[in-house]
């Protein structure tokens, strides 16, 4: 990944201030535009707090790093000297929602006694800290304290872990509804994870990590004072681990240690950030984790191929009118592959069935894999396999060296529902050996991403999201609701893999859970929009390709769909009741929006069009979408940058165009 970016400034400003040693001192720091202001107060504690403008956005809330020698970093600081930062520069970002990202920022750095120091940033929209640690050897982490106190019982939206106890309540799958409810009503005997989102007064703050390696992710548990604050909980160290969950494809933990981690004594710790909006759509174009996370570490990009991905699993290889049985086998592989190429889907992927579940190299008698491959290379589609992480971690060499030499594009891994330092470094290790290997992945399984999709860019998608799989078994979910709540909160942490695509739509009363012949919550067009809303650089088609053959039109909107943009514009928004979003590939527009259960009017500014003339193709919900969730009308008009469009959604409504030069 390049830093210096053609045509643009690259300005580091570096003012060093050396004080006498002492303690209780006091610093200040401000965002680049002035509006943000971090105050640290060094004493028998360290505080931060956070002001935007006259909004007291974080209350004084204490850091620190206990070891497990007693010592704990940040109580009764002596600072030995500050350094201020001063950072402008752009770096790229090919395989992401916009082709480069800008990076400003104040940093300050409190060089302390003990070998230690706390970093902080200030950025325009957000806030961020982390310790860094220079000791011989490798330290044990006792535990992290790190708070986020409010002045007032603000309104929060927090997804909470399955009520587990002991050493496996920190076994999860990351997928939750948000319970939307004041600070002080936050569950108290159960773990919360991030991002969370809490509405301070006029303002929004999201609560995020980034550039977790080789260390615990940070779940939240209610804080005192009582009802106005979160502090930080983080999975103990596992030391004894069993095979079990579903289908025994997880890794269990029996016995956790006293300790969260054991480091090496020089390092630099994750960011703890809190990203601040006045405005809800800003939050759905966000770059906080992308500014955090570490650079990439991959020379070579260029084999790196996002896209689009025909998905077996969800519609149960339920396809109809062939002859021959379908399942999971090759003639139905080879079908699949035959609806790809002809929409132009880049990949299909071949999900649980296909090998043994506990090893990867022991491949089923219906599968014959070197022939679904082969034929997919005639067909000029990619071929991704299912594993669970258990398989994968048993044999990552034999199984990324065998398979990438077949010709296999990448892995889909799944079930690691874990995030304490073994599974976090684990996921490390085996982006590295992909990258190797020249694989892609997708991490489903998995906590929410921290900034490894820029680190491993070959790692392309991540769940950590109540994706539409869970439509087959949860008949009481407001999901629409949800659909238009997680571009703001844990869309802000990374791409997801939500997984759309679905052809049978419902309206809420007429929804039922169904296995082989599953339906989506909403409309048509709220399907469609998010291939537009929802960031993943490898997108599944979640529906089958009798289904889609039957719906070409629909199909042949999301065919012509990238999964990468140059630019994204966040048009309009509002948290858990609507969204509006705008992205750019190459001389293309794409523009989606979703909406909750109630239908809504919306005007959709086109002043990012630039200059000329364009032609605008647009599904939106059809006159009795509020009945019949399937109908939309598509339509193609001649647009401006000088026009807005209204548009009408219905109950669970979308909106979605591609707009494109006039010829």
């Known amino acids: 990944m390049k830093y210096n970016y053609p045509g643009l400034l690259l300005l580091l400003l570096l003012t060093v201030s050396v004080v006498a040693a002492q303690k209780n001192k006091s610093f200040t720091l401000a965002s680049p535009d002035g509006k943000i202001i971090v105050n640290l107060e060094a004493g028998t504690k360290m505080n931060w707090s956070v002001k935007h403008g006259q909004d007291l956005i974080i209350a004084p809330s204490a850091i620190s790093l206990t070891l497990a020698s007693t010592e704990v970093l940040g109580d009764n600081a002596t600072v030995i000297s500050s350094k201020n930062t001063t950072v402008n520069t752009v770096f790229n970002t090919p395989l992401y929602k916009k082709k480069s990202v800008m990076d400003h920022y104040n940093q300050l750095a409190i060089n302390c006694k003990g070998d230690y120091s706390v970093i902080f940033r200030a950025y325009n929209d957000g806030v961020a800290y982390r310790f860094f640690t220079k000791k011989k050897g490798e330290i044990i982490i006792s535990s992290e304290e790190a708070n986020f106190n409010f002045d007032n019982d603000y309104k929060c939206f927090v997804p909470y872990v399955r009520d587990f106890r002991g050493p496996?309540?920190?076994?999860?799958?990351?997928?939750?509804?948000?319970?939307?409810?004041?600070?002080?009503?936050?569950?108290?005997?159960?773990?919360?994870?991030?991002?969370?989102?809490?509405?301070?007064?006029?303002?929004?703050?999201?609560?995020?990590?980034?550039?977790?390696?080789?260390?615990?992710?940070?779940?939240?548990?209610?804080?005192a004072p009582a009802g106005k604050g979160f502090k930080g909980v983080f999975a103990p160290y596992p030391l004894a681990e069993f095979q079990g969950g579903y289908n025994m494809l997880n890794t269990m933990v029996s016995k956790r240690a006293g300790y969260i981690a054991t480091v090496n004594g020089t390092r630099s710790f994750p960011w703890r950030a809190v990203v601040i909006s006045d405005n809800d759509a800003a939050l759905a174009n966000n770059d906080m984790v992308q500014k955090l996370a570490s650079p990439s570490r991959i020379a070579d990009e260029s084999w790196i191929k996002p896209g689009k991905v025909a998905w077996d699993w969800w519609n149960d290889w339920n396809i109809s009118h062939v002859d021959f049985k379908a399942g999971i086998n090759t003639e139905t592989y080879k079908y699949y592959i035959d609806f790809a190429s002809a929409n132009k889907v880049e990949y299909v992927v071949l999900d649980e069935g296909w090998s043994n579940n506990l090893d990867l190299m022991n491949v089923s008698g219906k599968i014959n894999l070197k022939e679904i491959i082969d034929y997919g290379k005639q067909k000029n589609v990619g071929v991704i396999l299912w594993a669970s992480w258990y398989a994968t971690d048993k044999k990552l060499d034999e199984a990324f060296s065998t398979y990438s030499s077949m010709g296999i594009k990448g892995f889909k891994i799944d079930f690691m529902?874990?995030?304490?330092?073994?599974?976090?470094?684990?996921?490390?290790?085996?982006?590295?050996?992909?990258?190797?290997?020249?694989?892609?992945?997708?991490?489903?399984?998995?906590?929410?991403?921290?900034?490894?999709?820029?680190?491993?860019?070959?790692?392309?998608?991540?769940?950590?999201?109540?994706?539409?799989?869970?439509?087959?078994?949860?008949?009481?979910?407001?999901?629409?609701?949800?659909?238009?709540?997680?571009?703001?909160?844990r869309m802000m942490a990374?791409?997801?893999?939500?997984?759309?695509?679905?052809?049978?739509?419902?309206?809420?009363?007429?929804?039922?859970?169904?296995?082989?012949?599953?339906?989506?919550?909403?409309?048509?067009?709220?399907?469609?929009?998010?291939?537009?809303?929802?960031?993943?650089?490898?997108?599944?088609?979640?529906?089958?390709?009798?289904a889609y053959m039957k719906e070409q039109e629909s199909t042949d909107f999301i065919a012509k769909m990238p999964t990468v943009f140059d630019e994204t514009v966040a048009l309009d928004g509002k948290v858990g009741e609507y969204i509006a979003l705008a992205r750019k590939k190459n001389n293309e527009w794409f523009v989606g929006a979703m909406s909750n259960w109630n239908e809504r009017d919306l005007v959709i500014d086109l002043s990012f069009l630039g200059e000329g003339k364009f032609e605008a193709e647009i599904f939106k919900d059809g006159m009795n979408a509020n009945k019949d969730a399937t109908d939309y009308k598509r339509q193609v008009i001649t647009v401006s940058s000088k026009d807005k469009i209204n548009i009408h959604l219905a109950n669970g409504g979308g909106w979605a165009a591609r707009i494109y030069p006039s010829k």
Request: aromatic letters at 12%; one cysteine or more.
């Open 168 to 223: 496996e309540q920190y076994i999860q799958s990351y997928e939750a509804l948000y319970t939307e409810a004041p600070v002080s009503k936050v569950y108290k005997d159960t773990l919360g994870f991030l991002p969370i989102l809490i509405e301070t007064g006029n303002k929004r703050a999201v609560i995020l990590e980034a550039d977790l390696e080789d260390y615990p992710g940070m779940f939240i548990s209610p804080n």
């Open 417 to 489: 529902d874990r995030d304490d330092q073994k599974m976090v470094a684990s996921l490390y290790v085996i982006s590295k050996k992909a990258a190797e290997y020249k694989l892609l992945l997708d991490y489903h399984g998995m906590y929410k991403p921290t900034g490894l999709q820029r680190t491993w860019p070959n790692v392309l998608n991540f769940e950590g999201v109540k994706g539409m799989e869970n439509v087959k078994w949860t008949p009481n979910d407001d999901v629409p609701r949800y659909d238009v709540t997680i571009p703001f909160i």
């Open 494 to 546: 990374g791409p997801m893999d939500y997984t759309p695509g679905a052809m049978r739509n419902s309206t809420k009363a007429y929804f039922r859970p169904n296995n082989s012949l599953p339906m989506s919550q909403g409309t048509r067009c709220h399907q469609l929009a998010m291939y537009v809303v929802f960031e993943a650089p490898l997108q599944m088609l979640a529906d089958n390709p009798t």
